[in-house]
């Protein structure tokens, strides 16, 4: 960003239409800026997760995932851009087994819960997939790197283990789903 933004509102949004870069105007309610909004609010959850106590590796990754989402956004702006890689999945996949390794085996769902830290890491989750799901939606109007596709649902599957390992962290217990509670 070349200037300090020294203006918050500028009123061109006020019909419902915003800017992409470049100075194309699109409907808030497109496809394209449902996916960044959904981005955006994925990055917002992962700050109220870091908002708790955790291991100190854990925060870091998820202050790196953090950057990275700013990129994504970034990159569903601009198809031009190319800031999410195949190192960043790779990366994530790498915490994932990494961290799962050291918790119990799980032979059953779990319901989100096991402590505040946790609950806030599922609806993280949960966040991630809908996020997941604009993106896809995207996908089917505009070319888009596959590896966008591909961020969200490992995230997702890191947002998981992050919260088995909250839960762990805090001494909470983890509900296992019950089909006939």
């Known amino acids: 960003m070349a200037d300090r933004l020294t203006k918050i509102y500028t009123k061109t949004g006020d019909k419902g239409e915003t800017g992409l870069s470049g100075g194309k105007r699109v409907r808030k309610d497109c496809p394209e800026i449902q996916a960044i909004g959904d981005v955006d609010e994925l990055n917002s959850a992962i700050g109220m997760v870091l908002s708790h106590d ?3 590796e854990l925060k870091n990754i998820l202050i790196a995932v953090q950057h990275q989402l700013f990129n994504f956004g970034a990159q569903l702006n ?36 096991g402590g505040h830290a946790a609950a806030t890491c599922h609806l993280t989750r949960a966040v991630c997939r809908r996020a997941e799901r604009s993106v896809v939606a995207m996908s089917k109007e505009k070319d888009i790197n596959p590896n966008l596709q591909i961020y969200l649902n490992r995230l997702s599957d890191f947002l998981f283990v992050a919260c088995r390992v909250l839960s762990k962290y805090s001494d909470q217990e983890e509900t296992i789903w019950n089909q006939n509670y």
């Open 54 to 56: 955790m291991p100190a």
């Open 78 to 113: 601009n198809a031009d851009f190319d800031l999410i890689s195949d190192a960043m999945i790779s990366d994530l996949e790498t915490h994932l087994d990494n961290y799962n390794e050291n918790l119990p085996a799980l032979k059953n769902f779990i319901l989100p819960g």
